[in-house]
């Protein structure tokens, strides 16, 4: 590994991510709360971005894919450190806790330790929904998008960040399309602030359920999340735009440039649909012949419920911990799958399913004709066998650290079926689980050990574990490695 030329790279990001304090911190100054937390802590993201510029190298031209995988990596866990002094100089938080909220924070997993949040000063409520919004998209892809480029480098880290296998871009050139893609990002995240403000939210809440919307995150201003504003229009708006931003943020650029016809033709994104069309009927039906609910309220809370847990949003209208065991069943199921490759979704993603669905039919129509040469396509594109061995691979990855983490949680206390609900709820990105983790629940009892696992899981789920898992290959830390 290059060390001078990550180090480098990653001292623009920190210094980047400390300019992104500035927002909080006016936040702070405009309604006279303590401003110190985000100085100090600007400071410090400075001070490391300083010595970090000290040993690197002042211009990179390129970086090779262990480096590409180094900046990525580093850079997320570098930033994640650094964003939970802004919850512990406040005296809100212990710093283990502090990690965690930092951590869900940029994932996008949206579970808070904080145990009542109308006694949180604004600026910190702001930089919570604003760490969604920086983590959604990518740090990497916004840097890019806004800050000078590693040369070719800059695919490689945005290789390593992004989200579900993918054969083509929009856009070839990697900046431009980091463009487009900041551009969709900004442009949806504007329209649902907007909205949200005329359905009757405060502008304050509205920006903040906005960056948690588009960033599929979850976090809110209030404790009970979106339920608190009791309204149907503002419901609908929010699953309009949890929905949309469940899919592949590159098909939203490739409609600009090709016309709307894209949308429908993207398989992913109809499957996607269709899950969530699937489960809403499900859920709905079980809601009116169990629980006893009324169609329209059964069918707009099972759809409300079934879009925000597979986008992995976590926004809550409804404590589904009520409900039937058929229906949880079936959202841990949306919670594992996740939202498209591409978006701002967590989870294993609907892409990997297909693949993994048109992978078991090859191999049966192969037993059947041994001597046929059967290629693997969906969206019509083909996918190589490589791409297809990661798909798996990840698939194994994933199901094995659920279970990990499940015994793992098991062991500090929880029970088994709230283990295993946060064990995917946090690999998923997707925030409440079930049990003693479900939707009305927060973090801030949990033991320490499980709390330091679920900061390592929502890490994990966020970069797609390999990313992460390739730190701890002793090969990759040697100068000649690869």
């Known amino acids: 590994m290059n ?227 009791g309204s149907t229009p503002l419901k609908l708006s929010v699953i309009f735009f949890m929905v949309i931003s469940s899919a592949n943020f590159g098909i939203y650029v490739a409609a600009w440039k090709r016309g709307i016809r894209v949308l429908w033709e993207n398989t992913e994104f109809k499957v996607y649909l269709s899950i969530v069309a699937a489960a809403t009927i499900l859920i709905s039906l079980n809601l009116m012949l169990e629980s006893g609910l009324y169609a329209p309220s059964a069918l707009l809370e099972a759809l409300f419920t079934s879009a925000s847990l597979s986008s992995t949003t976590g926004f809550i209208s409804y404590d589904f911990e009520t409900w039937p065991h058929f229906s949880q069943v079936i959202l841990l199921i949306l919670m594992f799958i996740g939202g498209c490759g591409g978006s701002t979704s967590g989870g294993l993603k609907v892409t990997r399913i297909i693949l993994l669905f048109k992978s078991m039919t090859a191999v049966l129509r192969q037993k059947l004709h041994p001597r046929a040469v059967i290629q693997t396509r969906a969206g019509g594109e083909n996918f190589s066998e490589s791409m297809l061995l990661e798909v798996f691979c990840f698939f194994f990855i994933y199901t094995m650290s659920i279970f990990l983490w499940t015994a793992l949680i098991a062991a500090s206390g929880a029970d088994i079926p709230s283990a295993l609900g946060l064990s995917i709820a946090t690999m998923s990105n997707s925030g409440p689980a079930l049990g003693q983790f479900g939707a009305t629940c927060n973090w801030s009892a949990m033991p320490a050990m499980t709390k330091m696992v679920v900061a390592l899981s929502m890490l994990m789920g966020r970069l797609e574990s390999f990313t992460l898992l390739i730190l701890f290959l002793p090969s990759f830390w040697r100068k000649n490695g690869w």
Not at 53 to 68: C, Q
Not at 91 to 104: F, K, T
Not at 153 to 170: F, L, N, Q, V
Not at 190 to 216: E, R
């Open 3 to 229: 060390t001078t030329v990550v180090s480098a790279l990653i001292a623009k990001l920190t210094a980047g991510c400390g300019l992104v304090l500035l927002l909080p911190l006016l936040t702070a100054l405009f309604g006279e709360e303590p401003v110190l937390p985000f100085i100090y802590s600007m400071a410090l993201c400075f001070l490391l971005s300083a010595f970090l510029r000290y040993k690197g190298k002042k211009k990179v031209i390129n970086l090779n894919p262990r480096d590409g995988l180094a900046v990525t990596a580093l850079s997320w866990i570098c930033i994640s450190i650094l964003y939970l002094f802004p919850y512990f100089l406040s005296g809100l938080l212990s710093p283990l806790d502090a990690l965690v909220e930092s951590i869900s924070g940029l994932t996008g997993t949206g579970a808070t330790v904080f145990s009542d949040l109308t006694v949180l000063p604004k600026s910190i409520l702001f930089f919570r929904s604003l760490t969604h919004w920086l983590g959604g998209l990518g740090i990497i892809v916004i840097f890019v998008a806004l800050f000078p480029q590693a040369g070719k480098g800059s695919a490689r880290m945005i290789d390593a960040e992004s989200t579900g296998p993918y054969s083509s871009r929009a856009v070839p050139r990697i900046k431009e399309m980091a463009k487009a893609l900041f551009a969709v990002y900004l442009l949806f995240t504007v329209s649902a602030a907007l909205i949200y403000t005329l359905l009757g939210m405060n502008f304050f809440d509205a920006v903040n359920h906005a960056f948690s919307t588009i960033a599929t995150g979850g976090f809110s201003t209030k404790n009970e999340s979106i339920a608190f504003y």
